[in-house]
């Protein structure tokens, strides 16, 4: 199968994004490994994670319309960011993928979801701060986090998301606040308490 998409992507996604795909695979591939979560799964989801990355706004809308997904609001006035659920329509209906878990980990990478199994963290991950992404001090930082605690990774990989979007002044969706919320909450359950001495 790998082929298969490997010869669609080449033939649907220009190559600087192919190569950010590949790159994704792989490091969805070495946090599986990491996690212990299935590799192969990881690696599947991590190649077609972006297979609608160039669809335009008006295939994603119709896409979307016919798979019966609700389309809110912000996704309404930003159809892009519908690229990452119609990823995983293209994932099943072009290369017969019929694992849900590997489809949810393709539909959530962009917004992560509230509770959201560690394969779709790995992804979530891999997307945002695979080594394309750049070397600045605070993606070294989330590089080496996203192996100590999966949950304070993806809550600071949302942060870093926000942080950038509320710089270039564009509208966001609510959902990665509610994932980073999440999140957020089950890396603080897991903090060792420490003992107040007087
Ligand atoms: N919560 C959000 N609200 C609005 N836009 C977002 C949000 N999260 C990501 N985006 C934007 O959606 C686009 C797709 O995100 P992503 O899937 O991470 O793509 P890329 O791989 O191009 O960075 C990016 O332009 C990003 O800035």
Known sequence: MREKVLT???QNVPT???NH????EQMAMDLAVHYKVDREKAAHAGLMHDLAKCFKPQKLLQMAHEEG??????MAANPHLLHADVSAIVARET?????????QAIANHTLGRPGMSQLCSIVFLADSIEPGRGDTPQLQSLRQLSRQN???AVALTCDFTLKLLLESSCLIHPRVILTRNWFLQKWKAKQPIVQKTV
Request: hydrophobic share 50%.
């Open 8 to 10: 669609w992507l080449t």
């Open 16 to 18: 600087p994004r192919v």
């Open 69 to 74: 997904l609700e389309v809110d609001e912000v």
């Open 150 to 152: 999966i949950y304070q």
């Open 21 to 24: 795909i590949l790159r994704v």
């Open 95 to 103: 290369f017969g993928v019929d694992d849900e878990e590997v489809l």
